[in-house]
Every structure is written in structure tokens, then in C-alpha cells.
């Protein structure tokens, strides 16, 4: 089982729906979770850190649920410019090494 | 803006040459640096993590002595690919550890784009 997991997609969603995916982890111990935008041939973005009590920026909210060890990232109202693919990465207790998710690509139609 | 310099954005050089890659922090002082590779369509791979003034902690499976990294000062670690073959053609990102409340986070250079011919 890979330490982090993620849905490959593509999700092909229209404009302007909501749309949900998840990451896995098998470290019960992790402590840090973060969300990644990467565009084709582009860096990782931040696109924004985990809470226990979950956080919102925008459009987008990201979840930590502790008990079944995952992290879920909701985009509402879906822009055209959302299409990237969106990677998970989490921090192992104690450790400053980023664990990451293969991506999930999202792809959102007009 | 960017918080993370990385160098050259493209290389495109001839089997047997070596490239090296510079990566800078900024803004900032980063003791950690990751170097990652990611093939098309594929997820980052991290080869190593690089350490300032101490040797870098390769990955399993990647070659310290043709990925040679050197992290001489707090805001710049570089990579050097010695003798390039097109087997190492890929895309390679840096990034830096920064603190940001009780988290480390790490951004991104922009990547460099290696073609070996």
C-alpha cells in the first residue's frame, strides 16, 4: 500500500459544479497535510494547509479527517482555470520530508 | 512573487555533458532544499534532500556520484547531472523548507526542463 493515495481522474466536471476528492495516508502519525496545484509542465503551488478544524479560502475547503486517515479538498462554484492536477502531500511526525500523492487531474468543462 | 529561484528553466545539452541546476531561496534562509524529478505524467519523485554544510541524504535507488548536490549557503543548493544521457532527460523542481507558524511548508522553483540529445 503507497503511504499516499490518491484518485488519478481525470474528474471531468462542467463549470461551474462542485467537485470533491480525497487523499489517503497510511501514517497514523502524520501531522502536517497540505494541498498542491500543479499545472501541466508548472511547479507545484501551495494551494493550502490542512487544519484539524478544517479551513476555507475561497471556493475551496479542505478537510482532515483524523480517524480514517484522509484529507478531502471541495472546490464550489468550478472555474475553467481550476483544471490542474491537485496533489496531496503529508508531513510524518517528526519529520520535515513531504510525503506525496500521485495527483489527482481535473479537468472542467464549459 | 516567487520565493524560490530556480535556474535554468530549459537545458538542452549533448549525452556526456553535464548540467548543473542552481536553486535559491529568496526571502528567506532555508537549511532544506529537495531536489525532485518528475517524469510526463507521472508524480514528483524526490531524489534527495540537501543540507547546508553537510552532505546531501540521497533516495534509494538514485545515484549520488551522477547527481552530484552541493548546498554551500542558506539560500542555495545546486544540482549538477554528470554525463547526461537521455535516460535523464526529465523535469527536475527544487524546493525550499520554510517555516510558516508551526508548519514547514515547502515552495517550489519553477523547475528546470533537462533534453538530453
Known amino acids: 500500500r503507497k503511504e499516499v493515495e490518491q484518485d488519478p481522474g481525470p474528474f471531468n466536471v462542467p463549470e461551474g459544479a462542485t467537485v470533491a476528492f480525497n487523499c489517503t495516508y497510511s501514517n497514523s502519525a502524520s501531522q502536517s497535510f497540505f494541498w498542491y496545484r500543479q499545472d501541466c509542465r508548472k511547479e507545484p503551488k501551495l494551494l493550502m494547509s490542512v487544519y484539524s478544524s478544517g479551513n476555507e479560502d475561497g471556493r475551496f475547503t479542505a478537510q482532515l479527517n483524523r480517524a480514517s486517515q484522509y484529507i478531502s479538498l471541495l472546490i464550489r462554484d468550478s472555474k475553467l482555470s481550476d483544471s490542474a492536477t491537485y496533489l496531496c502531500a503529508v508531513a510524518p511526525s517528526g519529520n520535515y520530508q513531504l510525503i506525496w500523492g500521485a495527483g489527482t487531474k481535473l479537468i472542467i468543462k464549459p | 512573487g516567487a520565493v524560490v529561484s530556480q535556474h535554468p528553466s530549459w537545458v538542452i545539452c549533448k549525452s556526456g555533458t553535464s548540467v548543473k541546476i542552481e536553486c535559491r531561496s529568496l526571502?528567506?534562509?532555508?537549511?532544506?532544499m529537495f531536489w525532485y524529478r518528475q517524469f510526463p505524467k507521472q508524480s514528483l519523485m524526490l531524489m534527495a534532500t540537501?543540507?547546508?554544510?553537510?552532505?546531501?541524504?540521497?533516495e534509494q535507488g538514485v545515484e549520488k556520484d551522477k547527481f552530484l548536490i552541493n548546498h554551500a549557503s542558506l539560500t542555495l543548493s545546486t544540482l549538477t547531472v554528470t554525463s547526461a544521457h537521455p535516460e535523464d532527460s526529465s523535469f527536475y523542481i527544487c524546493s525550499a523548507r520554510r517555516l510558516a507558524g508551526d508548519k514547514n511548508i515547502q515552495y517550489f522553483g519553477a523547475g528546470t526542463r533537462l533534453s538530453v540529445l
Open positions: 526571502d528567506f534562509q532555508a537549511t532544506t
Open positions: 540537501s543540507n547546508e554544510g553537510s552532505k546531501a541524504t540521497y
